[in-house]
């Protein structure tokens, strides 16, 4: 039995809270209308508690798409094995971890105990479930194959959520090694370098110009905006505007790259990119193949699909690649025809799309474009991780070695004018 809060009018028309079990939130209402109370609000006792102690985390978390692919997987698995949709919610809020997520499968669970569908329900939760996920679940429910559609749905967002993890651990090692290499430089040349400075002035000999150029960059990042002998020691006024001008420029940076115009020009930068440019298209053909393939196989109309697509795109160039062919595609057009025209997508994917057109196996023409894809992007990512790693020891070898050559070609310079 679970136990129910409800808010009834008592004796002196005031509202007043009541505990009822019951197996669900119907029974518990049934029970109410029996003892005479027609209008109730009615809430979960479980939520209720719950939701005081998950409110203030769930404003700060945020749902991953790893975090929606373990609920698909997990919700997939009990609904084919013939879980009651409530049953497989109530087990699932109860368990999941992610208090943003938690909370709002409490709310869905609520809604589709009073009798609301599951893709209603989610569309209330924008902010976790996607118009993909929703479009997909309302067409399981309309084409009562919900249970197949589940299954997809975990799958895409696992292959989504393992290239996201590719990328991510491909890019953490050059940039983690990349701001050591810098902050080992500026700690040499701004700390270690200016004790040599005192020793190169007592040998009195003209310095090499390698070294004149590293003194100067550790002078101009050490000037001091006060006096030497300024009692608060305020020096290093560069260091800290270098630092203050980075954040702003990050800030800058992002904010223009949520605007339409911004997020389309450096997503046609990206493209170009030597090396992370090819990463980058193919991981954004498999993503759109994956995500059509799976929509289309799953029963949501082509148009409607594709504009889940244009929307869902990671690539603003993909995304308005997509949405200009749609319009070509209302008019009668094929739809590998309209894609061809953009240059976006590579020619293999367009004739695979062509020929799952021909045949009338579309979706799975997809599917196989955008394994191959997925496949092609891991193998780059391997290559370029072992061509990254020689590369970036070279770099800090580089950039170590600069200050230890700038500190001892004075010493050399005197010693070979000695003998």
């Known amino acids: 039995m679970a136990k129910f809060i409800a808010t009834i009018a008592g004796p002196d028309g005031k509202g007043k809270r009541e505990v009822v079990e019951a197996e669900s939130i119907n029974g518990a209402r049934n029970k109410l209308i029996a003892a005479g109370f027609s209008q ?66 409490f709310k869905i669970n609520a809604d589709v105990q009073e009798g609301e569908t599951l893709s209603s329900s989610l569309k209330r939760h924008g902010d976790i479930f996607s118009k993909l996920y929703c479009a997909m679940v309302e067409a399981g429910e309309i084409g009562g194959v919900l249970d197949e559609v ?46 040599f400075t005192g020793i190169f002035d007592k040998l009195g000999a003209e310095l090499p110009a390698f070294t004149q150029i590293m003194i100067n960059i550790s002078e101009f990042l050490r000037g001091p905006t006060f006096p030497d002998d300024d009692p608060k020691g305020r020096k290093n006024f560069y260091v800290v505007f270098l630092v203050i001008a980075l954040v702003i420029g990050k800030v800058v940076y992002d904010l223009w790259y949520k605007t339409p115009a911004g997020k389309r020009q450096m997503d046609a930068v990206f493209l170009k990119l030597p090396i992370f440019g090819d990463i980058i298209q193919k991981s954004s053909v498999a993503s759109f193949c994956r995500t059509f393939g799976t929509l289309t196989r799953s029963g ?95 770099v800090i070898g580089g950039m170590v070695g600069s200050i230890l050559l700038a500190m001892y070609l004075p010493i050399f310079a005197v010693m070979d004018a000695i003998k």
């Open 40 to 105: 109730a609000q009615i809430r979960d006792l479980k939520e209720q508690k719950s939701g005081l102690d998950i409110d203030l985390a769930s404003l700060t978390a945020s749902v991953t798409v790893k975090d929606l692919a373990v609920f698909s997987r997990q919700f997939s698995a009990m609904f084919n094995a013939g879980i009651a949709m409530v049953k497989c919610l109530d087990i699932l809020s109860n368990q999941c971890e992610n208090p943003k997520l938690k909370k709002a499968l």
């Open 150 to 195: 589940l299954t997809r749905l975990a799958t895409l967002l696992e292959n989504a959520a393992r290239l996201q993890n590719q990328i991510k651990s491909a890019m953490s090692y050059p940039s983690t090694v990349g701001s050591l290499a810098v902050i080992i430089f500026l700690g040499m040349t701004i700390f270690l370098l200016p004790t």
């Open 300 to 394: 949501v109309p082509i148009i409607q699909a594709l504009e889940i697509c244009k929307d869902t795109a990671d690539n603003q160039v993909v995304s308005d690649a997509v949405a200009s062919s749609i319009a070509e595609i209302q008019g009668g057009g094929t739809i590998s025809a309209a894609i061809e025209r953009y240059k976006v997508f590579p020619a293999m994917a367009i004739q695979m799309m062509m020929i799952g057109e021909e045949t009338g196996e579309l979706d799975k023409m997809l599917m196989k474009v955008a394994d191959f894809y997925e496949d092609e992007v891991e193998q780059a990512i391997k290559g370029l991780t072992s061509m990254l790693e020689p590369l970036m020891i070279v």
